[in-house]
């Protein structure tokens, strides 16, 4: 086993969810019709102004997102070369024999107020 991080593929997705999040806010400005009376056109401009600050919102949390996924992966490189530096030093094999015994309990529990759960 080698303990080795990967940012560049933690960026290339990063890259991708931006180029999302860019698609979903860069639509346009909508122009709304001031003049019809038809009794569906306030409706229709509580919905594109819903439409608006929806997507001002998941453009929001897109970059919060990308932000997590850098800082997680730069975090990941960081306590990868401690750990390497610490195990060069008792050590001087490069890799280390795998192991059958698995981890049943993970410790991470992800966030999810972040994408709108409870």
């Given at each position: ?13 990063a ?17 709304k019709?001031?003049?019809t009376?038809?009794?569906?056109n306030?409706?229709a401009?509580s919905a ?9 919102q ?8 990308v ?11 960081a306590?990868?070369?401690?750990i ?10 490069t890799?280390l ?7 049943t309990?993970p ?6 107020s ?5």
């Amino acid at each position: 086993m080698t303990i080795q991080s990967d940012s560049l593929t933690a960026s290339q997705y990063a890259t991708q969810i931006t180029s999302s999040g860019s698609s979903v806010s860069g639509i346009g400005t909508v122009s709304k019709d001031n003049e019809t009376t038809l009794s569906g056109n306030n409706n229709a401009h509580s919905a594109i102004d819903l439409d608006d600050a929806t997507g001002t919102q998941i453009a929001s949390v897109l970059s919060t997102f990308v932000s997590l996924i850098h800082s997680t992966a730069s975090e990941f490189e960081a306590v990868d070369n401690q750990i390497s530096q610490q195990l060069g030093a008792t050590t001087s094999a490069t890799t280390l024999p795998s192991s059958s015994k698995s981890s049943t309990s993970p410790t991470f529990t992800p966030n999810t107020s972040l994408f709108g759960g409870s």
